[in-house]
């Protein structure tokens, strides 16, 4: 069971949006950065977003994040077939004094 | 480009100790924190631990406070992540991370970039 709470999945069309929520609690989410990552197949994660709203060079401005009380948000808009894969958040939980991630959510795009 | 290159896959037995490696470049080893974070098979991701490369303090998660160790060779800009006492719950994808800290005095804000992983499998 994961500190963070994410949808296990979630489905779009291509050329539509998608969002992906991620909950937790004031130990986290409510009171320290959030980070996503996106894993494709058989690889590593990749960073998408951090500091909650940041984007790493050379990712795309289709791929968003926002935060709002114990609460934290993926926005994918523009979905293409490429984007399919497991989309996990992660933040420092300062109680429990270690890095939690979400249980992961797998986006398929129909 | 910052670079993380990890050691190949391991077949262990129960009982028994792995050490994963983690080579460092394109960069100055000593500037980001390393952190290991393990993947079991189909589970999502599991944070355990980091090293400051400058001086080789770490922190480790309470779960594994007892099995891991992770140090660092300044001279070959390589961490490493040795984990005891396996048993076939370890058996998992293993895999280095460069952090970003907001702040130095804080605590980190996201991870890039990973290492390729390490698949370590564990058996009787």
């Known amino acids: 069971q994961s500190v963070l709470t994410q949808p296990p999945s979630v489905s779009a069309a291509p050329g539509q949006k998608v969002t992906i929520s991620c909950s937790g609690s004031?130990?986290?989410?409510?009171?320290?950065?959030v980070s996503w990552y996106q894993q494709l197949p058989g690889t590593a994660p990749k960073l998408l977003i951090y500091e909650n709203n940041k984007r790493p060079s050379g990712i795309p401005d289709r791929f968003s994040g926002s935060k709002s009380g114990t609460s934290a948000t993926l926005g994918i808009t523009g979905l293409q077939t490429g984007d399919e894969a497991d989309y996990y958040c992660g933040t420092w939980d300062s109680s429990l004094s270690v890095w939690v991630f979400g249980g992961g959510t797998k986006l398929t795009v129909l | 480009q910052m670079q993380l290159v990890q050691s190949g896959a391991e077949v262990k037995k129960t009982g028994s100790s792995v050490k994963v490696s983690c080579k460092a470049s394109g960069y100055t080893f000593t500037y980001r924190y390393l952190h290991w974070v393990r993947q079991a098979p189909g589970q999502a991701l599991e944070w355990m631990g980091w090293?400051?490369?400058?001086?080789?303090?770490?922190n480790y998660a309470q779960k594994f406070q007892d099995r891991v160790t992770i140090t660092r060779d300044r001279s070959m800009s390589t961490a490493y992540m040795e984990l005891s006492s396996l048993r076939s719950e370890d058996t998992a994808m293993y895999y280095c991370?460069?952090?970003?800290?907001?702040?130095?005095?804080?605590?980190?804000?996201?991870?890039?970039?990973w290492g390729q992983g390490t698949l370590v499998t564990v058996s009787s």
């Open positions: 004031s130990s986290n989410i409510g009171n320290n950065y």
């Open positions: 991370a460069g952090a970003y800290y907001y702040d130095s005095s804080g605590p980190p804000t996201g991870f890039d970039p």
């Open positions: 090293i400051t490369p400058f001086n080789g303090n770490t």
